[in-house]
């Protein structure tokens, strides 16, 4: 069975620290995608992962992908308010279809 | 360019009702997706569209939920009857890309909320 495992789930952080979110996934792939989903909204791409090695940069965020590990990184740097959300990571399979995590749901206090 | 354009918005029927979604992706996109957003989980994949033909429907309630993709390009998701399970968003989202491409990023519109009641 084709599974994407994010985590944690659920974490809740102080403004200014670094963390970092896993997704796990248990099939070949080169392509993975990050999303942001805010409450009561749609999801909008983050990063874009298409090849082992990749890493994307976007101001606070830096994202991995180590396809011989199958794993992929969400790192967030000095972490500020406007970050909190909901953060999905999604699968491109072989099969040409995304399976999506959990998500991970960022709360980040001042 | 624009963006993947959903309507309506918001709907609220009763349950044993039918309803009726629309979905525009962005144009030139060969691969459409609808999915349902219960609260607080990830995004379920109810059925792909590759142009005007189905790659994945596994996970369609296909007694209840029927979706066509016109010319392959507008698309309907129909829900007939409803039933109170139902209540959840209601995401379509399109990718430039085919079986052959790199481009297979998946851009959402904003949703329908649907309450069952």
């Known amino acids: 069975e084709l599974k994407v495992e994010q985590n944690p789930l659920f974490l809740s952080m102080q403004e200014e620290k670094n963390y970092t979110i896993y997704c796990n996934y248990s099939t070949t792939s080169d392509r993975l995608y990050w999303y942001r989903q805010d409450p009561g909204k749609s999801l909008e791409s983050l990063f874009v992962?298409?090849?082992n090695g990749a890493v994307k940069q976007e101001g606070r965020l830096m994202a991995s992908l180590d396809t011989k590990a199958r794993l992929s990184t969400l790192h967030i740097t000095a972490a500020v308010h406007d970050l909190s959300a909901t953060y999905f990571c999604?699968?491109?399979?072989?099969?040409?279809?995304?399976?999506w995590g959990a998500g991970t749901k960022l709360i980040i206090k001042p | 360019e624009a963006g993947v354009a959903q309507s309506p918005r918001y709907k609220i029927i009763e349950k044993r009702q039918s309803v009726a979604f629309w979905c525009n992706p962005i144009?030139?996109?060969?691969?459409l997706y609808w999915y349902q957003q219960i609260l607080g989980q990830g995004p379920k994949l109810l059925i792909q569209?590759?142009?005007?033909?189905?790659?994945?429907d596994s996970q369609l309630p296909k007694d209840r939920f029927s979706a066509e993709r016109l010319k392959g390009v507008d698309s309907t998701l129909k829900i007939q009857p409803a039933k109170l399970e139902d209540s959840a968003v209601y995401l379509c989202?399109?990718?430039?890309?085919?079986?052959?491409?790199?481009?297979?990023?998946?851009?959402f519109g904003q949703g329908t909320r649907l309450t069952v009641v």
């Open positions: 989202a399109s990718s430039p890309g085919d079986r052959t491409s790199l481009l297979t990023e998946a851009f």
């Open positions: 144009s030139g996109h060969a691969t």
């Open positions: 569209f590759q142009n005007n033909g189905v790659v994945d």
């Open positions: 999604a699968v491109d399979t072989l099969y040409y279809q995304l399976i």
């Open positions: 992962l298409l090849s």
